[in-house]
C-alpha cells in the first residue's frame, strides 16, 4: 500500500479563484512508475489551469472560478485508483468532467478497463447494459424528462475501448463528463457496477466468476 499527500495551487485575484488540490504518491519503494503517476497528475492539473487561464483572459473581465478534488478509491495489493475530478464554474453553468488514474504498482503498469476482464468477454457488451438498466431505474423512479432522452441516446453511443472508470472496493465505476450524455445533463454521471451484479452477469453467461474477471 502506498500513501498520499495533498498538494495544491491557489490563487485569488480580480479574475481568477482557483483552488487545485491533486495527490503525491509517495513509497517506501520508489519506483519509476511512482514518479510516472506523480507527473502525469501534476501535468493534467497544469494543463488544465493553463486551458482556462486562456479562455478567462480571451473574455473581458470574466471571473474564473475552478477547483480540483481527489479521491483514493482503492489502495490495496498494489493496485491504486484515483479518480480526480476538474470543475470551471463558467457564469451559471458548471462544467466539470473526471480523470481516473488506475495503476498496478507492482507490475508497473496502467490499468486499463479490459484489464478488469479476461480477454474473452465482451466486456463492453455488460457494461453497456448495465449502465442502460440504470439509466432506465432513474427515469422510471424519477420522472426526469433528460434522462428519458438518453436512454435513446445511450443505444447510439460508441463506447471507446477504455472508457473513464475507476475502481472501489466492491465494483467499478463508469464515468461520464458534464454534457457528455446529452447537452440538458450538466451533471457529472457515474454508474457503478458492483462485483456481485457482475457475478450474476457472470451467471447469465454461463462464465463462473473466475472466467468473467481476470487476476489482478
Known amino acids: 500500500m502506498v500513501s498520499i499527500q495533498t498538494s495544491s495551487i491557489e490563487k485569488k485575484d480580480n479574475l481568477s479563484v482557483y483552488n487545485l488540490n491533486y495527490?503525491?504518491?509517495?513509497?517506501?519503494?520508489?519506483?519509476?512508475?511512482?514518479n510516472h503517476i506523480n507527473q502525469r497528475i501534476y501535468e493534467d492539473i497544469i494543463a488544465f489551469k493553463s486551458a482556462i487561464?486562456?479562455?478567462?483572459?480571451?473574455?473581458?473581465?470574466?471571473?474564473?472560478?475552478?477547483?480540483?478534488?481527489?479521491?483514493?478509491?482503492?489502495?490495496?495489493?498494489?493496485?491504486i485508483s484515483i479518480p480526480i475530478e476538474f470543475s470551471q464554474l463558467d457564469g451559471l453553468y458548471n462544467i466539470s468532467y473526471i480523470n481516473s488514474y488506475n495503476y498496478d504498482i507492482n507490475l508497473?503498469?496502467?490499468?486499463?478497463?479490459?484489464?478488469?476482464?479476461?480477454?474473452?468477454?465482451?466486456?463492453?457488451?455488460?457494461?453497456?447494459?448495465?449502465?442502460?438498466?440504470?439509466i432506465k431505474e432513474l427515469s422510471r423512479e424519477l420522472s426526469i424528462d433528460k434522462y428519458i432522452m438518453v436512454l435513446d441516446y445511450l443505444k447510439d453511443i460508441i463506447f471507446s475501448d477504455n472508457p473513464t472508470f475507476y475502481i472501489s472496493k466492491d465494483g467499478i465505476v463508469i464515468c461520464f463528463s458534464s454534457y457528455e450524455l446529452d447537452s440538458s445533463i450538466s451533471d457529472l454521471s457515474t454508474f457503478k457496477i458492483s462485483f456481485e451484479e457482475l457475478q450474476k452477469e457472470a451467471k447469465r453467461l454461463n462464465y463462473t466468476w473466475k472466467e468473467l474477471i481476470a487476476d489482478n
Not at 495527490?23 to 511512482?34: T, V
Not at 479562455?55 to 483514493?72: E, G, P, Q, V, W
Not at 484489464?115 to 457494461?127: G, K
Open 23 to 34: 495527490p503525491i504518491i509517495k513509497s517506501d519503494n520508489e519506483k519509476n512508475i511512482i
Open 53 to 79: 487561464e486562456d479562455i478567462a483572459y480571451s473574455k473581458n473581465n470574466s471571473l474564473s472560478c475552478i477547483s480540483t478534488d481527489y479521491y483514493i478509491t482503492y489502495n490495496n495489493n498494489g493496485i
Open 108 to 134: 508497473e503498469k496502467e490499468i486499463d478497463i479490459k484489464d478488469v476482464f479476461n480477454s474473452e468477454i465482451d466486456y463492453m457488451e455488460i457494461i453497456t447494459k448495465k449502465i442502460d438498466d440504470k
